[in-house]
Structure formats: C-alpha cells, structure tokens
C-alpha cells in the first residue's frame, strides 16, 4: 500500500470536524450584526454604588470590608465565624466570594455567566443555599463549600429568592412567587411582586407554603431553637413604593413571626416604617432595616440603633456584636457611554449610557435625557461624544421635560419630544385608568439643530406626542399619540407638516428601520407588552415576541437585520425593597427583524433597558 494514500485515508476523518466547526462559525458570525456595540440604561446600582461595611452592632468602628471599590452587595456572616459570603460584580457577571471578616484571603466560589446571589451558610458553615440562574429563572442551589460543586434545588419559572438554613439543619426557607402572577400596579405599567415563604428539606422534599398567597412577604430568617421564621409582609401593591430608594411615607412593612409547627403567625411590634432584613438575635431582639426615612439604617426591636444610612441588606456575626452590610451611595449618573457592562455574549459589547440613548448616523456622538430628580420639571435634551466623554446641554426648558427620540439621517438636527411626562418623572403619583389619562397636560414632538439652535415645535395641540423616529431619507417621521379618545402612531411629512395615522391601538416607542421598510414598535395586548412590526404604509402588521410580559424599549441594528430590547419574560430575581429600581425585572435581549433567533445578553437583578446600537461607518447597505 502506498504510504501517501494511507496519509490521506487519515486526513480526510480528521478535516471533517475541522470543516463542520468552519461552517458553524460563518453560520454563527452570519446571525451576528457587523456593530455590536449596544449603550444600554442601568437605574441602580451606578459603578462603584454597592459597597460593604463592617460595624459593632452599635455602629461604631465601622469601617471598609474590602479595599478595593467595586459592585459588591448581600453579605451573609458564616455560622462558625470565620468567613463572610457575599455577591460581587468585579469580574463582571454576579458571583458569589469569600472572605475573613477582617477583609483578608478573597477567593471567588462561582464562575459562571449565570447570575449567583444571595448566599446563606447551612448551620455547620461547609455548605450555601444560594439564588442562581442557570437554569433560567432564578432558583436555589446549594453549594459544597470543599470541592465549590453546585446542585439544583427548585425549578420553576417564578423565582425562589433570600434562602435561609435553619440552625437545626432540617429546613431552608425562602420566599418565591411561584403560583403567583405579576399583575400590573394598579394605573401603572410596572408589574407588582407577590411572594409567600416555603420551607423546604435540603434534599429539596417536603415543600410546605406557611403564608396564605396574594401580597408579599419576604426574606425570612429562623430563631435560634429552629421554631419560628421571621418575615417583614406588605399588600401587593406597596411593592411598587417600597422599591424606591426613598419610598414615600404611608407604605409601611410588618415584622411577623411564623410559627413552623402549626404556621400560626403574628405581628412583631417594632414600630413604624419600611421594615425589611429581619435577622432574630440573641435575647429575642430582632435586627432589621428601615428604608424610608432620613434616619435610614439599621434598627432593633429592643429600640437600640445600629449603622445609619442607605443600607440595603445586612448579617449578623455568631455572638451578634458585629454586622457586615451593604451601603448605597449617592453616585450622579455619568452619560460617558463607556463605562463597560457585563454581556452573556462576548459578541456584544454592552456599555452604560444615560436615560434614553439614541446614536448619530456617524456613531460618534449620542443623545440623552438627563435623569429625573427631586425637581419633576427640567430634565435636559444632552448630546455626549463616544470619544471623549465629553457632555453638553443642547435644550433646557424649565417647565417641560425631555424624552429624546432620534437624529436626522445627516446628523446635523436632533427631534425629541418636550411636555410633562409625569409617568417618567413624577414618580409613581400618576396612574393610568382611561385612554384620556395618558395625555397628562400634552406634549410635542420638537426639533434642534445639534448645536442648540433653531429649536422649533412640530407639532401642536393638546394631545401626548412623544417618541419621534426619522425614516432614513430624513423626510418623514413616525411618533406615538395619546389622545383623550385613544391612541396611535402617526407620520408626519417634515416639509408639509402633514400627518397620516398609521395605527389605533396602545402602541409606544416606533423606530424606523434603518432600511426604510419596517416601523417598529410595543404595543399593550392581552395585558402585556409586546414588539410588533408594521409597513409604513400600514400593511403587513408583525407581531415579534408573545411572551405576555413587558417587551418594549427596542433599538434596531444599523443594518436593520437585528432589534435589541428589554424584556421582564426572566422575571424577579431578587425581593424588590432590594433593588431601588421600578422595574428590576428589566433585562436585554437581542433577536433578527423577524423575531427569530432570540438571546439574552444580560442578567442580573437591576433594572436594565432603553438599549441602542452604536453604528459606524460603512458602504451603503443592500435590500432585504
């Protein structure tokens, strides 16, 4: 047999694999866009925002757990006092590290793009009970802390959330929302949290619920002798206020006490206010956050202080002489667009910009709004360059707010939308119970040149016109309409200012495509909102996603081949007095113009959304 034939009988196996995985990788770059950098919206926490302390129980000698200023948040104190368990973001996805209680000897327990959080030890400090989703939605895990080898506990798509292991061993319990919907807040487009508390054995049998379903309690903690949970409840309807970083007076939370046995439960008295973290300590105190007040911090049941500030999740040690904790800062948002964000897909690079980012065709400059503050008037149209950073105010009006829309093809004019916007910037005082509601006072579209000059109102009247999106010959525009009789896209013609009405229905946020061919958009159907897509002249309407959750706040591709948008289909991966943020749900997803192809970029607990692609330059674009 000739040597050169059996070398090829050889290669020929061995280029096939090599062949296939070619073919995969042109398939997976060809379902790719060519841009893939996307600026996206984050509420809380800022960079640097989540910071862990530790502090007499007092408060006093407190002081930095570590040095280093990172994402760092929900610490939990090891039973056999030699560690502290906690969540950080530092090498970019939510993982779960360990550390000495005097800030030494970090090592990182979780490596996976999954989120991890909310550790608690079992009772002999060599196992965690821990919140992941890496199966999806957010479930429990436990954790052998000698070989780090992580096993499912639950399943569900609801979310199980704040475990806790009882000193006994027997049973963990946690609060979740399973069998439970995410209605709406009433008059409002955020979805409420219901949970109740389960306990279960940590071979995961034995499920018991203990709370009777329909409102919200959360974050349960064992007594001592194992007998009792100790929970804060509130309605359902609260868990809108109470997820703000300052929740308004008039939503309190009880302190109850659970009984395992016979599930017979009772009101703790601990006095008024936004009571969340209840931790039994020694004597029958009870250690617990308030959240809604100057005097923000930690408190007692026994009527002692603790640390102070805007503290947002706290552990006890052993002998309860010492607490480790979470503060958060008072950090401005920065509109930079470069401060990076985690991505479940290397393929995208995602960055943090602020409220309502829209790119020039050039890629090189964006446009915001800024944030909404105390003031609920005023906020600014703001234009910021990629490269430098560098920000400047382009319109102000004092009475009116900005919601910014989008950039004349050239470049050269920004169109937004000026008014009150009481839903975006009046926090949750306004609600929305008839089509007439949704016009709050009205609003305009109005266009600027980018330097500031020759601002000019495009439209007229008392109808809520908002949104603007340029078709790209940069003749016309597509924007929303709320009326006191309904709602609808319309189109105007810039040059005659005349306008057609494109559809009749609750649909919000149109963006042109950058081919021209497609109006995208989110409409409320069935209780939830879902992406459609439409032809500018009103024929082929599409619906994209059927999730019969929250799919809104989309940008497209520069090629219009791919639409990224924020999604709630994940659903709560946290208890919400946690997150100060309205819609923590909140994560990006991108998927092709026809709704195929669907994937998940981020995922944490934060509210993350009003994503838009950053373009750049490049040779005329075909048809589809």
């Known amino acids: 047999m000739d040597l050169r034939d059996s070398t090829a009988s050889i290669k020929i196996p061995l280029m096939r694999p090599f062949l296939i995985a070619i073919v995969a990788l042109g398939i997976m770059l060809a379902e790719t866009p060519t841009d893939r950098r996307i600026a996206i919206t984050r509420v809380n926490p800022q960079p640097g925002q989540l910071a862990l302390f530790v502090a007499a129980a007092d408060g006093g000698d407190e002081h930095a757990l570590l040095d280093t200023k990172d994402t760092d948040y929900d610490p939990v104190w090891a039973p056999d006092n030699k560690s502290i368990v906690f969540t950080s973001e530092r090498n970019g996805s939510a993982e779960l590290y360990r550390v000495k209680p005097d800030g030494t000897g970090l090592t990182q327990l979780t490596k ?6 909310q550790a608690a030890f079992s009772p002999d400090s060599k196992q965690l009970v821990f919140v992941s989703t890496r199966g999806g939605a957010a479930n429990l895990w436990t954790m052998d802390l000698s070989t780090l080898r992580a096993k499912q506990l639950t399943s569900g798509r609801d979310g199980d959330f704040r475990p806790s292991w009882a000193p006994d061993g027997k049973w963990i319990a946690f609060s979740s929302g399973r069998d439970n919907p995410m209605p709406f807040a009433h008059g409002r487009w955020e979805r409420l949290q219901l949970a109740d508390i389960y306990i279960m ?12 379903g329909g409102n919200f309690c959360g974050s349960p903690k064992w007594t001592s002798d194992s007998s009792r949970i100790i929970t804060y409840c509130m309605a359902a309807e609260m868990t809108l206020a109470n997820r703000m970083p300052s929740p308004a007076p008039g939503s309190d939370t009880r302190l109850v006490s659970i009984e395992i046995a016979g599930g017979r439960s009772t009101d703790v008295a601990a006095g008024p206010g936004v009571k969340m973290n209840p931790s039994p300590l020694a004597g029958d105190d009870i250690g617990y956050i308030r959240k809604d007040t100057t005097e923000a911090g930690i408190y007692y049941t026994s009527g002692r202080r603790g640390p102070r500030g805007a503290i947002r999740a706290a552990s006890w040690s052993p002998d309860a002489s010492q607490v480790v904790f979470t503060r958060r800062a008072d950090i ?5 667009g470069a401060t990076p964000a985690f991505s479940r897909n290397s393929r995208y690079e995602l960055s943090l910009s602020g409220l309502l980012p829209s790119f020039s065709s050039s890629g090189k400059d964006f446009v915001t709004a800024s944030a909404p503050s105390a003031n609920p008037r005023g906020a600014s149209l703001n234009v910021t360059n990629v490269e430098t950073g560098q920000g400047r105010v382009v319109y102000r009006d004092q009475n009116r707010n900005i919601l910014p829309g989008g950039w004349l093809p050239s470049g050269d004019r920004i169109i937004f ?23 709050e006072g009205g609003a305009q579209v109005a266009i600027v040149n980018a330097d500031g000059t020759a601002f000019q109102e495009l439209t007229s009247g008392s109808d809520n016109s908002a949104f603007p999106s340029f078709a790209p010959d940069g003749k016309r525009f597509v924007y929303r309409t709320f009326t006191k009789d309904g709602y609808g896209l319309r189109v105007m013609n810039l040059e005659t200012r005349a306008v057609t009405s494109l559809t009749a229905a609750y649909d919000n946020f149109p963006l042109w495509s950058p081919r021209g061919d497609l109006i995208m958009f989110s409409r409320l159907i069935d209780g939830a909102y879902e992406i459609f897509t439409i032809k500018p002249d009103g024929r082929a309407l599409k619906r994209l996603t059927n999730t019969h ?38 994560e990006i997803f991108v998927m092709r113009y026809d709704g195929t192809a669907v994937e998940q970029l981020t995922d944490n607990q934060w509210e993350e959304g009003t994503p838009a692609w950053q373009p750049t330059p490049r040779a005329a674009m075909s048809g589809r």
């Open 332 to 336: 401005p948002r920065r509109n930079t």
């Open 417 to 439: 939308a000026i008014g009150e916007f009481a839903a975006f910037f009046g926090g949750f005082h306004s609600q929305f119970l008839k089509p007439g509601d949704r016009v």
């Open 201 to 212: 054995r940590p071979d995961g049998s034995g499920l018991r619920k203990l709370t009777t």
């Open 112 to 117: 996976d793009p999954a989120y991890d959080d």
């Open 549 to 586: 959750g929250n799919d809104a706040h989309q940008g497209w591709s520069p090629d219009g081949e791919f639409i990224v948008f924020a999604s709630s289909r994940m659903g709560f991966k946290d208890e919400v007095v946690y997150t100060d943020a309205p819609q923590p749900y909140g």
